[in-house]
């Protein structure tokens, strides 16, 4: 069973930086892609950031220049750092991987519990 757990949500002042850390642990064979996702109250579940590799990233447009998700492959590990923060990036955040176990053929989306980022003065 794969787990992903994520880590460093909590309290920020606008202009401010918070950064969140999500660990994938299990029987993992192998990471294709990881990401974090963000949902306000009313709205949808949005992508905030995805990363495949160094040099393959995406992120949302409200958070392009500010946000940056990085990965540790030995520690499969993502990372969002979160800077010039506004009281709109206030969401649960999710942490995402598209991870295939050890005896699968496919790679299937984990999710984490979500960790509550409140951007406020």
């Known amino acids: 069973q794969v787990q992903l757990v994520e880590s460093g949500g909590g309290f920020g002042q606008p202009g401010g930086t918070l950064r969140l850390s999500c660990a994938a642990s299990?029987?993992?064979?192998?990471?294709?892609?990881m990401g974090w996702y963000r949902q306000a109250p009313g709205k949808q579940r949005e992508l905030v950031a995805r990363?495949?590799?160094?040099?393959?990233?995406n992120y949302a447009d409200s958070v392009q220049g500010r946000f940056a998700i990085s990965r540790d492959n030995a520690k499969n590990t993502v990372y969002l750092q979160m800077n010039n923060l506004k009281p709109e990036d206030t969401a649960v955040y999710y942490c995402?991987?598209?991870?295939?176990?050890?005896?699968?053929?496919?790679?299937?989306?984990?999710w984490g519990q979500g960790t509550r980022v409140t951007v406020s003065s």
């Open positions: 299990g029987n993992i064979r192998s990471i294709a892609a």
């Open positions: 995402n991987g598209q991870i295939k176990e050890s005896g699968s053929a496919f790679h299937t989306d984990y």
């Open positions: 990363i495949i590799s160094d040099d393959v990233t």
